[in-house]
């Protein structure tokens, strides 16, 4: 297990870029694989999640090439959704995101395949997914009530149209159902309580697939194949999270990021740092499949905010890092409506709270988010990411600000999203010695 060692900095002043964005880079492969001929992608996160969902697909047939150095631009030869049987279980690693849009994709091919993952993936519930695509036709086979991997997939070539009210708004079970109701004979629909990120329906929209969205419900079209086109991936606005918390927090400090991701749909931390009293300007370029931009940020005192409702899909993955704002803030947080972040990478109710303790925090922990009293000094302390990659970084960034040495167990994890992170870090460290 790696450790990662940080200790606090006296000042942050950065300009940079953050990797391509994990959910759109997944979403990209998978698209472009059912599309009707070649499509070239750009600023592809070459992360081990969306690894996993690369070599998925490269087992199932589709070639993909390499066109630039770090796997960051890639060419994917769309096989109209020609799919073939893999020969062996598909690995998903860690990532929650290749399981269930892997299983909305695999419900349309007529074979048997089976999804594995790793201890934490194979806690994660996949009922949820199961159950439509189950009413579709398709046999998803897990274990226990929560259909936990690994899963048998029974896929079928004529699935039926459904309309599904799912219970949570989960952009994961939207386009799993979306994936599958592209295989099936008329219109599907999922509605949702609250919206979750579109970049499913975005992106489905500029491969020419007609789908419309009518308040919470979202309708997609069987039959239809994603025309082939070039997709530029932007930067993840869930890794440039990190960085905004690390200058928002600190008086004097200024941030430039380039070429981020700023769709409405992923932007809550924005708005929930602008609550708490931080300086960001954003400039938007709405050229392309996702609004893109900068962002500038300059450090001040936050103060304590609260956070719930429909806002919490816009900002769900921020919330380890917000709650490290909220800890450097004045006053009392409340986060609340976020009972999703149990089902993470790990329970992060629990893994966040337990960590701020750790350095010293007054937290109370609810069923559905929790309570930090800000404003008392970070104390640098050991801290287990219990293998989730945005515990380890949200305490890396915690550890900048606090008295001692802050010590990550299982930095490993990082590679999950966001490679780079780590030589960022050693970097700042560099700088402040
Ligand atoms: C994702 C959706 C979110 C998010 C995850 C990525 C996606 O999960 O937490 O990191 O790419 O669709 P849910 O849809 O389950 O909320």
Redesign the pocket.
């Known amino acids: 297990m790696s450790e990662l060692r940080v200790r606090k900095v006296k000042d942050f002043s950065a300009e940079l870029q953050v990797p391509g964005d994990?959910?759109i880079s997944?979403?990209a492969l998978m698209f472009s694989a059912l599309s009707n001929g070649p499509c070239e992608i750009t600023g592809f996160l070459a992360s081990e999640d969306c690894i996993a969902t690369r070599n998925a697909l490269a087992a199932m047939g589709v070639k993909i090439e390499e066109l630039g150095s770090g796997g960051t631009h890639i060419r994917v030869h769309g096989c109209h959704g020609d799919f073939k049987k893999p020969e062996n279980p598909l690995d998903c690693g860690n990532s929650?995101?290749t399981m269930?849009?892997l299983s909305g994709l695999l419900s349309r091919c007529p074979f048997e395949v089976s999804l594995v993952g790793d201890k934490s993936l194979s806690r994660r519930p996949m009922n949820?997914v199961a159950r439509p695509l189950g009413e579709m036709g398709a046999s998803i086979k897990g274990q226990g009530d929560r259909c936990t991997a690994p899963l048998t997939i029974q896929g079928k070539d004529k699935l039926t149209p459904i309309h599904y009210d799912s219970p949570?708004?989960?952009?994961?079970?939207?386009?799993a159902i979306m994936l599958a109701g592209l295989g099936a004979d008329g219109k599907t629909s999922v509605t949702e309580p609250n919206a979750?990120?579109d970049?499913?329906e975005r992106m489905l929209n500029y491969l020419l697939v007609k789908n419309i969205r009518q308040g919470d419900t979202v309708s997609i079209w069987g039959g239809q194949t994603p025309e082939s086109r070039d997709i530029e991936v932007p930067g993840d606005i869930?890794s440039a999270a990190f960085w905004i918390v690390a200058a928002a927090a600190r008086d004097g400090a200024r941030l430039l990021i380039d070429r981020v991701g700023l769709n409405p749909t992923r932007i809550g931390i924005l708005n929930v740092m602008a609550r708490m009293g931080a300086k960001i300007t954003e400039r938007i370029d709405d050229s392309g499949c996702e609004p893109m931009g900068s962002l500038e940020v300059s450090g001040g005192h936050l103060k304590a905010t609260e956070i719930g409702g429909a806002e919490i899909?816009t900002l769900?993955?921020e919330i380890p890092i917000i709650a490290v704002a909220a800890a450097l803030a004045e006053g009392t947080t409340v986060i609340k409506d976020a009972k999703?972040l149990r089902v993470?990478e790990s329970d992060r109710i629990s893994t966040v709270a337990e960590n701020l303790r750790r350095m010293g925090v007054r937290v109370e922990e609810f069923d559905d988010g929790m309570e930090i009293i800000g404003g008392d000094p970070l104390k640098g302390a050991e801290i287990k990411s219990l293998g989730d990659h945005r515990i380890a970084m949200a305490f890396a960034i915690a550890g900048l600000f606090a008295e001692g040495e802050t010590v990550i167990t299982g930095s490993e994890c990082i590679e999950t999203s966001y490679p780079g992170f780590i030589r960022e870090i050693e970097q700042l460290q560099a700088m402040n010695r």
């Open positions: 994990k959910s997944h979403r929650g995101t269930r849009l949820r949570v708004a989960s952009a994961q079970i939207k386009s979750s990120r970049h499913t869930s899909p769900i993955d999703e993470k």
